[in-house]
């Protein structure tokens, strides 16, 4: 070693790749339990939302529809109507919808999980208070003049923006509120329909894009106060209770590959209408304000030929899940239904996704139940409503678990994984993007749900790590060490150059870090003299057994780009440099895996000897 400049070839800790101790499964501190304290709240507003907002729709139906002041749940489809209320109701609900919207807030446009989404990845989960009111008020409007909409994109929103609300008044993170937001959303969703598990996966699969206790334990706690709450305010009980057995065989479980494709197919042409038709009212020489009310028209339209495709319709759901409707009603509800809910949701107005879906899908299977073999009753409708559903939404285990739920069909749940899968594998095929995020596509913003293992969390410091290392003993001055690194460093020449040098005591025992381009200014100052003890900074490090995720979030956390890599259990000896291109090792690992394909084993080939061959 000089006596001023020092190139340190570090020893290789042993434990540098062995030694994990400190990392776990999961990051969790005791924080977590304070966020799921708050959900706890959180839970019992999204049941008490779930409730309001059950009892506005039918309050609003009785008195469109009925002309009575009711809020006992009925279909708009129960009895025949005056075709002018047919026609007027809707385009008045439309109305009151774009005037809420001009005058109240935009937010409430739309089926809102899009709008969730866009306040959780964009807007900090920070949901202002109008659209806690708004939000409901507008939902109920619209499915009670008979929109055919349901109440789960509404109270996923409203059950959200009332996390979001109480997270605001609290110092906490946006991760933090994001947390409290999904709570929200998903106690509302689970006490809507009654379907706890499956509102926590659609928590998982469309609104926490994570999987980490820090979220995951908050929601399941607030869904877990609204299950709980729910047969008090609304009733126990699957929401479509199942009958009968079903007699499942190999041939069914083929059968369900085809409802799958078929499932796969309506979802993309549902989607695509609801775009086209949000293309066609944006081409429309009037205020967007007008547009709910030309939806209305759509819906009037179609509810003068199938009167039982208006509202949430759950009592036809029902029937297709028992098997008890007509091919007529099938038939008409499949194809008015899938024309005046895409068509009308892309006019902006208030309304849900799920509920439609259901009713689509299952009229779809009730179609294919009278060509495919009796199984049982209503299980071609509920093998459809699980493909539509993982079609439209992209979420085939919460289809599955929606339609189980929903149904307490348990001896279903094969054939619903083979038909929604089949039906997800098919739409993602297709579509590029799901009815939920083409609207945030087409405001310049990129969703990617595909989960996997950050390739950074599987590589360690120590194994990418620059380990000749040039650093400077603390007396040496400013102009020394910048004349000792302007030579020909072969190094350099390689591309790899050095710009953080640490500093060290006689002992080698670190001291800071000082810059290039620190040296650089204080030369060109005339503070050439100076010694590097006096010009270093307090070095901000990381260990050989750092994740370079841990290294990129350190990097970012202080803004720089390079870190001395120190032993743990002697922060004070240097072993190593990282740099940000460094961290590009573990992508190049992800990119090899996923693309560099070759062949792991082959068959030994057999050769057969020559009879009579010299040995």
């Known amino acids: 070693m000089h006596d001023s400049v020092a190139r340190r070839r570090p020893r290789t800790s042993a434990t540098a790749r062995r030694d994990v101790g400190h990392l776990s499964d999961f990051t969790a501190t005791p924080r977590m339990l304070f966020i799921a304290a708050l959900a706890v709240p959180i839970g019992a507003l999204g049941a008490c939302a779930a409730w309001v907002l059950s009892h506005l729709i039918a309050l609003i139906t009785n008195l469109v529809w009925y002309q009575r002041l009711s809020a006992d749940p009925v279909s708009v489809g129960a009895t025949h109507h005056n075709p002018l209320l047919i026609l007027g109701a809707p385009v008045l609900g439309g109305l009151i919808v774009g005037l809420m919207a001009r005058y109240g807030s935009e937010k409430i446009r739309g089926h809102g999980m899009p709008e969730t989404i866009e306040a959780i990845l964009l807007g900090g989960s920070k949901v202002a208070p109008r659209v806690a009111v708004l939000k409901p008020v507008s939902a109920a409007v619209s499915i009670g003049t008979g929109g055919p909409f349901g109440a789960e994109g509404p109270i996923i929103m409203t059950g959200g923006a009332l996390g979001s609300l109480l997270a605001q008044f609290l110092h906490l993170t946006a991760d933090e509120r994001k947390a409290l937001l999904v709570s929200g959303a998903a106690a509302g969703m689970a006490a809507t329909f009654n379907t706890p598990f499956a509102a926590l996966l659609l928590a998982v699969e469309l609104l926490l894009f994570e999987w980490r206790p820090r979220s995951f334990v908050p929601v399941a706690t607030a869904v877990s106060v609204a299950a709980v709450l729910r047969p008090a305010l609304l009733g126990s009980g699957a929401l479509f209770p199942a009958a009968g057995t079903l007699h499942i065989t190999a041939l069914t479980c083929a059968l369900c590959l085809v409802s799958g494709i078929a499932c796969g197919l309506l979802a993309v042409v549902a989607t695509r209408l609801v775009y086209a038709s949000e293309d066609g009212f944006r081409r429309l020489p009037v205020h967007w304000m007008w547009w709910p009310a030309l939806g209305g028209v759509i819906i009037g339209v179609g509810g003068l030929f199938v009167p039982q495709a208006l509202g949430v319709g759950y009592d036809v759901i029902g029937a297709e899940l028992d098997g008890s409707i007509g091919l007529g009603l099938v038939v008409g509800i499949l194809i008015v239904k899938t024309l005046i809910w895409s068509l009308s949701l892309g006019s902006g ?267």
């Open 349 to 615: 107005t208030s309304g849900g996704v799920l509920a439609p879906m259901f009713m689509i899908g299952g009229a779809l299977g009730a179609l294919e139940a009278h060509v495919f073999p009796a199984v049982g009753p209503g299980f071609w409708a509920l093998i459809a409503l699980a493909g539509v559903l993982g079609g439209v939404m992209r979420s085939p285990i919460t289809g599955v678990m929606f339609a189980v739920e929903l149904t307490h069909r348990f001896d279903a749940l094969l054939p619903l994984i083979i038909g929604a899968c089949t039906a997800y594998a098919f739409s993602v095929l297709v579509l590029e993007r799901s009815v939920l995020t083409e609207k945030i596509a087409r405001r310049g913003f990129h969703l990617s749900r595909e989960y996997d293992v950050d390739p950074l969390e599987i590589l360690f410091v120590g194994e990418v790590m620059q380990r000749d290392v040039r650093a400077f003993v603390g007396d040496v001055t400013a102009g020394a060490a910048l004349t000792a690194i302007s030579g020909h460093d072969p190094a350099e020449l390689m591309g790899r150059r050095q710009m953080l040098y640490p500093v060290l005591d006689v002992d080698g025992r670190l001291l800071g870090v000082v810059t290039r381009t620190a040296l650089e200014t204080v030369v060109h100052d005339g503070e050439s003299g100076l010694p590097l003890a006096r010009l270093c900074i307090p070095a901000t490090v990381t260990h050989p057994d750092a994740t370079l995720r841990a290294a990129a979030m350190t990097m970012a956390a202080n803004d720089i780009n390079r870190l001395p890599v120190v032993d743990r259990d002697n922060p004070d000896i240097v072993l190593g440099m990282v740099s940000l291109p460094m961290l590009l090792a573990g992508r190049a690992r992800d990119h090899h895996e996923e693309h560099a394909a070759q062949r792991i084993l082959r068959l030994p080939t057999i050769r057969p000897s020559r009879v009579g061959a010299p040995a």
